[in-house]
T-cell receptor
């Protein structure tokens, strides 16, 4: 079955540590890739997206992600996290053959940043 | 607040009852999407509208589910004869064409 896999369900790290969240997808065709974040008690927000071009994309709040086509991966990174980065992070894929806005989400990674 | 708003935020109902959720998208957005999110999972696509036309429905949307967007503005999602398996967060999102999706805070349904 086609799917989006996020490697870790929970990550706990200290402030100033580096963060990397893995995301792999199993679709063979052209895809649009997204990372969303959900802060406690808030709605899903777009962190960054990749459609084409430079495989290293930068998003809001110092986040970046790298698309590696050969590995079907789109990993999210941040060099130095802050307590305010505590949130749930979702990777999502939109197949180019699918309707815009029809996203396949991973199960999410809960990130807790301790002071 | 000019974001996507959903009502009610929480709904507790007994099995077999009907429930309706409302979504008010960002005013100029012509596309509206419904997703469902169960505990420990990411959101799953249910359906979407372009203006008032419902253009796609997921197979997850059984015949007990119906969504409408009568005037191309707000949308309703009705679940008839609720089952315990319907317990979930129902998310609405909107976009202007193929632009960024903006999500609401969701309507949480608990079926007893």
């Amino acid at each position: 079955a086609q799917s989006v896999s996020q490697h870790n369900h929970h990550v706990i790290l200290s402030e100033a540590a580096s963060l990397e969240l893995g995301c792999n997808y199993s679709y063979g065709g052209t895809v649009n890739l997204f990372w969303y974040v959900q802060y406690p008690g808030q709605h899903l927000q777009l962190l960054l997206k990749y459609f084409s071009g430079d495989p290293l994309v930068k998003g809001i709040k110092g986040f970046e992600a790298e698309f590696i086509k050969s590995k079907f991966s789109f990993n999210l990174r941040k060099p130095s996290v802050q307590w305010s980065d505590t949130a749930e992070y979702f990777c999502a894929v939109n197949l180019a053959t699918d309707s815009w806005g029809k996203l396949q989400f991973g199960a999410g990674t809960q990130v807790v940043v301790t002071p | 607040d000019t974001g996507v708003s959903q009502d009610p935020r929480h709904k507790i109902t007994k099995r077999g009852q009907n429930v309706t959720f409302r979504c008010d998208p960002i005013s100029e957005h012509n596309r509206l999407y419904w997703y469902r999110q169960t505990l420990g999972q990411g959101p799953e696509f249910l359906t979407y509208f372009q203006n008032e036309a419902q253009l796609e429905k997921s197979r997850l949307l059984s015949d007990r589910f119906s969504a409408e967007r009568p005037k191309g503005s707000f949308s309703t999602l009705e679940i008839q004869r609720t089952e315990q398996g319907d317990s979930a967060m129902y998310l609405c999102a909107s976009s202007l064409g193929a632009g960024e999706l903006f999500f609401g805070e969701g309507s949480r349904l608990t079926v007893l």
